[in-house]
C-alpha cells in the first residue's frame, strides 16, 4: 500500500489490486488516528470532539469507513479492539 498527500486529499493505491482511493479531511484524520494504539470507539471520540456532528453519527461513519478500507487491505482490523 502506498499513500500521497495531494491539496485536500490523500491517495491510497494498493500495490496488489491497483486500485486508488482517495480520502477527504474526514477520512484523511481518521487514516491519521488508525496508528495502532486506538479503538474505532477512541477514533470516533477524537474524531466526533474535532468535528459538529453527534458521537453517534461519527461512530458510524468511522466505522464504515474503516470496513471499507479492511476490505481493501488498507487497514487491518484487530479483532481484540471494538
Not at 498527500?5 to 500495490?15: F, K, P, V
Not at 479492511?70 to 471494538?82: F, M, N
Given at each position: 500500500?502506498?499513500?500521497?498527500?495531494?491539496?485536500?486529499?490523500?491517495?491510497?493505491?494498493?500495490?496488489?489490486?491497483?486500485?486508488?482511493?482517495?480520502?477527504?479531511?474526514?477520512g484523511?484524520r481518521?487514516?491519521?488516528?488508525?496508528?495502532?494504539?486506538?479503538?474505532?470507539?477512541?477514533?470516533?471520540?477524537?474524531?466526533?470532539?474535532?468535528?459538529?456532528?453527534?458521537?453517534?453519527?461519527?461512530?458510524?461513519?468511522?466505522?464504515?469507513?474503516?470496513?471499507?478500507l479492511?476490505?481493501?487491505?488498507?487497514?487491518?482490523?484487530?479483532?481484540?479492539?471494538?
Open positions: 500500500m502506498l499513500a500521497q498527500r495531494a491539496a485536500e486529499s490523500l491517495m491510497l493505491l494498493n500495490t496488489q489490486s491497483g486500485e486508488y482511493y482517495t480520502l477527504d479531511e474526514v484523511i481518521v487514516w491519521e488516528l488508525c496508528d495502532g494504539t486506538r479503538s474505532v470507539d477512541d477514533i470516533a471520540a477524537v474524531i466526533s470532539s474535532e468535528y459538529e456532528a453527534s458521537p453517534e453519527t461519527i461512530g458510524a461513519d468511522v466505522r464504515v469507513l474503516l470496513a471499507d479492511a476490505a481493501e487491505r488498507l487497514v487491518v482490523r484487530d479483532e481484540a479492539g471494538s
